[in-house]
């Protein structure tokens, strides 16, 4: 089963290279160490989110909701810490990791029970989430800070690495664990494949759907918590700009967006080449407007790239 | 459009055929459902077509409705040559097609129905006065009640039939093709329907007639063919054969050396499944029946009699079914189809559609072997032997294990599924029409496995369109018709004139009544 390392997964890694040295042969300070670690750094946050979207997509859904969950667990923990409250402020970050799970269930309950499309439903679960923190806070920004954990793990580094890297390392390894060496992990990639059959080989679908989106819930929930803490604060719509490119980091990783095929290897690429595609954009001296006309364009460049290498080896 | 009357070339030769089809085969890889067949429906005449499910019947008819094109053979309108490639050309050259399985979209309305396709309609405005025939038609067969702006999926199954009748009757066929058109209606709508039928026949229409109902086709038919295995065995006028002669025509002699033999039955056999007054929704109604240890048992019928929903029913698929289920003795709830598989149960289904509900076919047949037994208790999946042995009785050909399971041909594909449930080692199996499209020695191979597991324990419940099947390899047989059981039979009972006047339910002395 070592197929999680296939040439649709190599295909982000290739562009990262490529997008590393054509890059430096304008900015040569992109090949430092500083400016590489700092790319790490940040794209965890995006990776963690990718992380929780590859189980998801995996099976053959999606979650929308990735914003306000992201969103809503950062104002959480930042309101627990913010309280004063040294118990309270020690439960942030499981704290949040549960309202990530909660909402995870409440995807699975409308994915699996009442069988509505993951699309609609998690959309709709989204815009709810955006209406309760805007009832909670009134529209003004959240108050409230981040633990000195959160900080850490968003800022810290050890051995020269950041922790936040680390992190999403030691996230995506644990979940590849899951996904290749249990039972979940064949019935999420069946279940993308062919729910029915599934269904049919007698696999509880449903208890897989939730524990799908819970777990992509978590993920969320944790890419939140880092970026409260790289913030240093939460504040109203700070997931909106993630959900396009956690999509688009996923599915660069050659993971199919139908479902079954792919793995997070291939996301983790996606991420990295994605979060450095944005970078190297903005230290060029370019509009906003041709900014995101350009990261678009080599978006789908990459796709069309792989839907063509597939045409022509069937 | 003129169209009408271009073709109203005047009729001198009577007997000249108005459609031949000559030497036409339609092969499906190695499957033969139609080979090299003759037949030529007269102008002005109702044709009724016989065989059995899988004779070649609805192949025949989709070829002509330009639905499937004959992979060699002509086909001949009005003395010409003619290629049907899309429905759409055959209907312009005024051959419908009413099917069997419903044409109508569901989230349409009447009206929105009957214009799709018409003639005149396509680009442009849509001719709504070709609604005045089909709202003429509706009211000669009782649909007077039928509103224009009703959406279908609002209507009763009748009532949709009915639709059917008149949205092929509007587009004025020359030859109207009415498969198992009247299977919903009642005996008075029938009546009417027929009368239509026969308005259109004397005014110069021919029509091609497929229905199970024996009485149906002797009201109604002027001449009738029989199919048999994809070949017309025999055309005749209505009235020139018997019952029985025509039942006989149908079935055909067979060699029987495809089956094992049977063993003597045991009287100490053990019941292993045993169901009592299964219901579910109005579409399976008091099934009761038991499985011993070491039978297999058929169940058989006409397509979509209910037996499928029980198979269903039995393995957890049919949330509101109804009935008390025994294995082992034991009383058992099956919920759903992870609590069939537990080993205190050990039920195994075999699903009727094996490209899509038996087998993933994007995943290695590995993968699809280990999906059941995966995840179960005191069973390691990973363990090649759970699977070895079944592959090797049933000679599975593969170039590979890793390979996607697609790459495998249809017979090897159902030799995939049942490896996958046999490595559960089942108390009782379940197979729905397991043998549907597979080659003969794939066959064989399934059949004298069945038979090996009965013999070791296993119950086994067959569902099968074959009646073959059901006569040379179950022990006995159940027959159903609307959701219920109307007939047992074991040993020599098991006759194919039996079966099939059960799953027409005509028995000698009600041969008419069900409508």
Redesign the interface.
């Known amino acids: 089963m070592s197929r999680t390392i296939t040439p649709d997964s190599m295909m982000p890694y290739f562009g990262t290279v490529v997008l590393i040295l054509a890059g430096s042969l304008y900015f040569p300070q992109i090949l430092t160490f500083d400016y590489l670690s700092q790319q790490l750094q940040i794209a965890a946050f995006l990776g963690l989110l990718a992380t929780g979207a590859t189980i998801v997509i995996l099976l053959g859904h999606i979650d929308l909701s990735v914003p306000w969950v992201l969103t809503g667990a950062a104002i959480l923990s930042t309101a627990l810490v913010g309280s004063g409250n040294p118990v309270l402020s020690a439960l942030a970050v499981p704290a949040a990791l549960a309202f990530g799970a909660l909402i995870g269930v409440v995807n699975g309950i409308g994915v699996a029970i009442l069988r509505i499309p993951s699309m609609v439903w998690t959309l709709a679960v989204n815009s709810i989430l955006l209406g309760l923190a805007v009832l909670n806070t009134g529209g003004f920004n959240p108050k409230g800070e981040a633990s000195q954990l959160m900080v850490s793990m968003a800022s810290g580094n050890v051995f020269g690495l950041p922790v936040s890297f680390l992190t999403w390392m030691a996230v995506s390894l644990a979940i590849v664990a899951f996904l290749t060496r249990t039972p979940f992990g064949r019935y999420l990639r069946s279940i993308g494949y062919n729910e029915k059959a599934t269904f049919l080989s007698g696999v509880s679908t449903p208890s897989v759907v939730f524990a799908a989106f819970a777990l992509a819930g978590m993920c969320s929930a944790l890419g939140g918590v880092l970026l409260a803490g790289y913030a240093n604060q939460a504040y109203q719509s700070m997931g909106d700009p993630f959900l396009l490119p956690t999509i688009a980091a996923v599915v660069i990783g050659g993971t199919s967006i139908l479902g079954g095929r792919g793995g997070l290897f291939g996301t983790i690429g996606g991420a990295l080449f994605i979060t450095l595609l944005t970078s190297i954009l903005s230290v060029m001296q370019i509009g906003d407007a041709w900014r995101s006309i350009v990261f678009g364009v080599i978006i789908l460049a990459m796709l069309l790239f792989q839907a063509m290498r597939k045409g022509a080896r069937s | 459009m003129c169209r009408r009357t271009t073709w109203k070339n005047p009729m001198t030769d009577p007997d000249k055929p108005l459609l031949r089809m000559q030497d036409i085969s339609m092969h499906f890889g190695a499957t033969k459902a139609l080979n090299n067949v003759d037949f030529a429906c007269k102008p002005s005449e109702i044709h009724a077509i016989l065989g059995e499910n899988g004779a070649g019947k609805s192949t025949l008819m989709k070829l002509i409705s330009g639905v499937l094109q004959p992979t060699g053979g002509r086909i001949i309108l009005d003395g010409q040559d003619v290629r049907l490639a899309t429905p759409r050309v055959a209907q312009n050259l005024g051959l419908v097609c009413m099917f069997q399985e419903l044409s109508l979209v569901p989230d349409l309305t009447v009206r929105e129905n009957l214009l799709l396709g018409a003639p005149g309609s396509g680009l442009g405005w849509l001719r709504s006065d070709a609604l005045v025939k089909a709202r003429d038609v509706l009211d000669r067969i009782d649909g007077g009640h039928i509103k224009m702006s009703a959406r279908v999926s609002d209507l009763t199954l009748p009532s949709r039939q009915q639709v059917e009748i008149a949205k092929a009757l509007m587009r004025k066929p020359r030859l109207l093709i009415l498969d198992e058109a009247t299977s919903a209606l009642n005996a008075s709508v029938v009546t009417k329907v027929f009368d239509l039928i026969r308005a259109e026949r004397d005014q110069g229409s021919s029509v091609l007639f497929i229905s199970h109902r024996f009485h149906e086709i002797e009201a109604l038919a002027d001449r009738i063919s029989v199919f048999r295995n994809g070949e017309r065995v025999e055309t005749f006028d209505n009235g020139d054969h018997s019952y029985n002669e025509i039942i006989n025509m149908m079935v055909g002699q067979r060699i029987d050396e495809l089956f094992p033999p049977k063993p003597p039955a045991r009287a100490d056999a053990k019941e292993v499944l045993k169901v009592e007054n299964f219901s579910w929704d109005g579409r399976v109604t008091d099934i009761s029946l038991t499985v011993h240890e070491g039978e297999i048992v058929g169940l058989g019928g006409l397509d979509g009699q209910g037996q499928g929903a029980f198979l269903m029913g039995l ?1 957890g ?1 049919l949330r509101t079914a109804e009935g008390k289920v025994t294995v082992a003795g034991k009383p058992v709830s099956v919920t ?3 609590a ?2 537990q080993p205190d149960i050990a039920l195994a ?1 075999i ?1 009727e559609d094996r490209k ?8 290695s047949i590995l ?1 699809n072997l ?3 037994a ?2 179960l208790k005191d069973l390691d999946a990973s363990n090649p032997d759970l699977y070895q042995d079944t592959l090797e009785r049933l000679e599975l050909k593969h170039g590979g294990l890793e390979l996607p399971v697609s790459s495998l041909s249809g017979g090897n594909q159902q030799k995939v599924v049942l490896a ?1 449930w046999l490595a559960l080692k089942p108390r009782c199996l379940l197979l729905a029409d397991p043998t549907r499209g597979i080659d003969v020695k794939t066959k064989t191979q399934i059949y004298s496995m069945l038979r090996r597991l009965a013999d070791q324990g296993t119950a086994i419940l067959l569902l099968s369109t074959d009646y073959e099947e059901l006569i040379q390899l179950c022990d006995e047989t159940h027959i159903f018709y609307a959701g219920r059981l109307v007939s047992s039979m074991r040993g020599d009972d098991m006759t194919a004139q039996n079966i099939i006047a059960a799953s027409l339910n005509v028995t000698e002395k009600r041969k008419v009544v069900h409508a």
Do not use: N, V
């Not at chain 2, 899509?356 to 995943?363: K, S, V």
């Open positions: 393995f698929l759903s189809p992870k069939a598989k289904f699903p899509t509900e038996g087998l993933i076919q994007d995943q993968e280990q999906l059941a995966i995840g996958k």
